[in-house]
C-alpha cells in the first residue's frame, strides 16, 4: 500500500479514536445554574414588613389641657416616630380612633384585670367566637401578625407607663393623673421602642438559630460533698413553658445536662474581704474583681462533652468549695453580683452554699439559677432588656412582641445572607470554569432560590410563620450548595493541565506519523520540481 | 511680627476646633469573643526536623496563653518523634539544651503524615469537608472569631511547598480567605509564615480584617538558628527562636503587648532576613492589636443583675428568704432586687431599678479600654486648655515688651 495513503490512514485512525477519549475525559460535567433567576433574586430588594398599629383611646376619659391640639399634635408625633423607629424592612401602619371604654377603668389596680377587660371589650366590637378560637387555633402553631393595640388611659391607682401583658398584641399606656401633654407623647414614644429590641450584640452565634443549651452543675471542690440536682424538675418547671414557646414560632432547642467536678479557680485573684451582716456581725466572703474574672475561671476548659452539630450555648452553674465560699464578683461600684455571661460560651451563674452538708440542689434551690439562666438566654438570643418604662408580667421571660420582632429581624436576616451567600456561589464558580458542577448543587441552588421566592411572598400574604421558615431552608440550601465538598479549586485542571496530560500518550504516537508524512509531502515535492526540470 | 501673630492665631483656631471634636484613639468595632488557632507544618523528612519544632513551639505558646485544644488545627506532615533517626525518641526539641520536650503527653495532633496536603488545607480553611469528618478536624469558627494562622516549611516565591510534592499558591491562600469572609467565618485573622520568601505568599490577599507576618523578602532566605549535635540537625528557625524569646515574657491576659512590639523585637540583623508587617483593611488602628487578641484567649465577660422575672406555677412560699443578692446575707447598702426600691403599686414589675446597666449588658467592648479612651481623650483635652492658655499669656507678654 502506498506510504502516504497508510500515513494518512493511521493519522486518522489517531485522530478519531483519540479525540472522543480526550473530549470525554476532559469534558467537565456542569449542571445548569438557574444563573439568571439567582443574579435577579440577589439584586432584589427585600420586601417591607409593615407593622400595623391602632392606638385606640376614649375621648371621655382622655385628660389633657386641650383635647383637640393633643389628639392633632398625636397624629402628627406618631408619624414621626414610626420614622425615628422603623428599621429597613419594618414600616408602621398606624391609625388612631376613638372608642367607647364601657367599663369604668378608674377603680381598678390590677393591670391582669384591665388587660383581660380591655382584650374582651375591643375583640367583642368586631369577632365572634369562632373567629377567635380560629384565631387562638393560629397562634398555637406559632401562626402571627404583627398587628398591636395600643389603649391610651389615664388610671389613678396605677403607676403612669406601658404595660406589657403576657401574651396577646395588646398594650395599654397609663397616662396617670396628668394632663401634662409631653409626658404623655414620651410615653407613646416609649412604646414604640418596643420594636427595637432585637440586637446582634449580645446574640450567642449569628450563624444559626438552632441551639442547643447545656445545663452544667459545677462542683469546685467536692471533697467531703457530692453534689447533685434535680435538674429535670427545675428545667420543666422553669425554662420548659419558654424553651416551647421558642421550638413552636422560632428555633429548634434541645438541652442537656451534666455534672463537672474540680473546677479550678486561680487563688491569687480571689480576695478575702470582709463585711457586717444583717445581725451586725462580721462575716468573711471572697470576691473576685471583673477585670480578673476572664483570667479566674477558666472557661475553655469547662466544656461539655455533648457532640452535636449545633452550637453549644452553656448554662453553668458554679458551686465554689468551702474555701471559697461565699464568693462573689465585684463591680467597681461595690454591688456584689452573682452572675456575669462570656460572649460565645455561654453563663455563669455562682451559687454559693451557706449549709456545707447540702448534697442535693432542689427545685426551689434551683428557682433563683434559673431565673438568671433565663435572663442569660434573653440577651444570648438578641433579645434586649426592656426600657424602663415599660411594666411586664414577670412571669413571662419572652413577651409575644419580642419574638414577633426576634422572627421578623431574623426572617430578614436569612434573607438577605441566601441572596449574598448564592451571589458569592455565583462568583466563585464563575472563577473556576473546569470545576465540575454536581446535579447536587444545581438542585440546592435551585431549592434555596425557590426557598426565597416562597419567602417573599409568603411576606406579602402577611403570612411570616412560613416566610420564616422558607427563609430557613433557604439558607440551609445555601449553605449546603456553597459548603459542598466538590468545590475545591485544587480537584480540577485548567486548559494547560489537560494537554500536558495528554501529550505524553498522543505525541509519541503522533510524532512518527506527522514526520513520516511530512517526509512524504517533501519528497512528493522534489518529485515533482523533477519533472518540471525534466520538461 | 505680624505673620507670626496670625500663625498663632490660625494655630490656635485649629486647637479650639480639635478641642470640640472628640478625639478617638482607638476605633475597635471587633465583635471578638473567641479564639482559634491553625498551626501547620508542611514538611516531611528528618532534616526538616526544625520545622516541626517551630509548629510545635506556637502550639505550646498558643496553648500556655489559653487558647484550649478544642480551638487548634495543629497539622504535622510527618512523625518526627519516633523517626528511626530520633536518638531521643518520642521526644521533640527546640533548643540543643534539651529544655523542653515538645512532644509530651499533652499534644493533639489533628491532621498528620499525609493528611497533611493542600486540599485538606484548602478544605480546612474553607469548610468545605467531606460529611465524614470529624469536628475535631473542622474549623468551626464565627464571626466573632480571632484566626491565628502559621505556616512553617519550604517555600519561594508565592507558594509553600506541602510534603514535598506540591504547593499551595498565595492565590488559592488568597481565595480561601475571602471564602471565610464571605462566610463571616472570621472577625480577624493573623497569618504568621515563617519559609523562604515568605512575604510573597501574601502578597495576593484581598479580604479586609488579615494581619500578615512574613520572616523574608523576595529573593531571601528564611535561616535556621542553631545546630544540634546530639541530634543531627537545625533544631528551630531564627524567626521562631526570637519569636519565642518575645512571647515567653508575656503572660496569659497580657492587654498591654501590641503586635507591632512583637513584630518589632526581630530585627533584620538577628533573623538575617527582612521580616514583614502588613495590615490588610484592618477595621481597627493597627497599634492598637494586641498579642493576646490572636494568640491568648481572653474571654470578655458581662457582669449583669438578673431582672425581676419570676415563674409562674411557682408553689414556693411568697416569702421565702432568698436574698437575690447572693445567700450569703451580706448587709449591702445597695441592694438591688429590693422591692421597697420599687415605685410599684401593682404585681407588675417595673424595670426602673432593677435594669442593668443597659451600657454594659449591651456592649462587649472591655470597659478598660472604653475607659482608657475617655481618659485620654480628657487628658488631651486638658493639655489642649493649657496650651492655649499659654499662647495667650505669651502673647500679652510679647506685646508688653514691645
Partial sequence: MNTTLKVLLSLLFVILCGSPIWYHTMTVHQAKLPTNKLLNLSSSANPKISIQIKLLYDEEILKTSNKESFLSQLKKEVKKYSKEFQEDFLTFQIKTHPIKLQKDYNNMDDPKKITKLLQESLSFQKEKEKEKEKEKEKENQGMFEPKYTLVLLNLPKLSEGIYLPPTGRLVWINLGESTNENKHLNNIKNFFSIFTCITNTTKFTTQTDDLHISFILLNQDPRGRVLNWEFEKAFNNYLQPTIEKLNTRFSEITH??????????????????????????????????????????QIGEWSSSIATNKPVLRFILFVPGKRFTPLFINRSSKKNRDAFIVPGIGGISINNL????????????????????????????????????I?????????????????LNTLIKNLNEA??????????????????????????????IN?????????NKKNYK??????KRAIDDCNRAFFNPSISSQLYFEMQNRFAIYIPIFLPMLAPLITKLLKQISSFLKKKKKKKFQF | MMKKQNFSYIFLFCVLINLFFPVCLSTRTSTHNNNWAVIVCSSRFWFNYRHVANALSFYHTVKR???????????LADDWACNARNCFPGKIFNNKDHNLNLYGTNVEIDYRGYEVNVENFLRLLTGRHEPDVPRNKRLLTDSGSNILVYLTGHGGNEFLKFQDSEEVSSKDIADAFEQMYQKKRYNEILFIIETCQANTLFSKFYSPNIAAIGCSELGENSYSHHFDSSIGVQVIDSFTYFSLNFLNNIKPGDSHTTLEKYFNSMTPKQIRSQP????FQFQRNPRDVLVSDFFGSIHEVVSHPINNYTFKNDNDNDNDNDNDNGNANINEKENVNNNDNFQLKNQFQHTEKTQPNMEQSNQFQPRVEDEAIELSDNYFRIGMIILIFLIFFFSIIEKILT
Fill in chain 1, 256 to 297: 442537656d445536662s451534666e455534672m463537672i467536678a474540680y473546677a479550678d479557680l486561680e487563688q491569687s485573684r480571689v480576695h478575702k474581704s470582709e463585711a457586717i451582716n444583717q445581725n451586725n456581725e462580721k462575716e468573711v466572703y471572697y470576691s473576685i474583681s471583673k477585670n480578673t474574672l476572664r483570667r479566674v475561671i
Fill in chain 1, 354 to 389: 451557706n449549709n456545707s452538708e447540702t448534697q442535693l440542689l432542689n427545685k426551689n434551690d434551683l428557682r433563683r439559677p434559673f431565673l438568671v439562666f433565663a435572663n442569660q438566654m434573653r440577651l444570648f438570643l438578641g433579645i434586649k432588656n426592656l426600657n424602663k418604662f
Fill in chain 1, 391 to 407: 411594666y411586664y408580667d414577670p412571669s413571662n421571660i419572652i413577651h409575644d412582641i419580642e419574638l414577633d420582632m426576634l422572627i
Fill in chain 1, 419 to 448: 441572596k449574598h451567600s448564592l451571589l458569592s456561589l455565583h462568583t466563585l464558580i464563575k472563577e473556576l470554569p473546569y470545576m465540575e458542577i454536581p446535579e447536587e448543587i444545581r438542585i440546592h441552588i435551585q431549592n434555596a
Fill in chain 1, 451 to 459: 426557598g426565597i421566592q416562597d419567602s417573599e411572598s409568603y411576606i
Fill in chain 1, 466 to 471: 412560613s416566610a420564616y421558615f422558607s427563609s
Fill in chain 2, 65 to 75: 496563653l489559653g487558647i484550649p485544644d478544642s480551638n487548634i488545627i495543629l497539622m
Fill in chain 2, 276 to 279: 514583614r508587617l502588613e495590615f
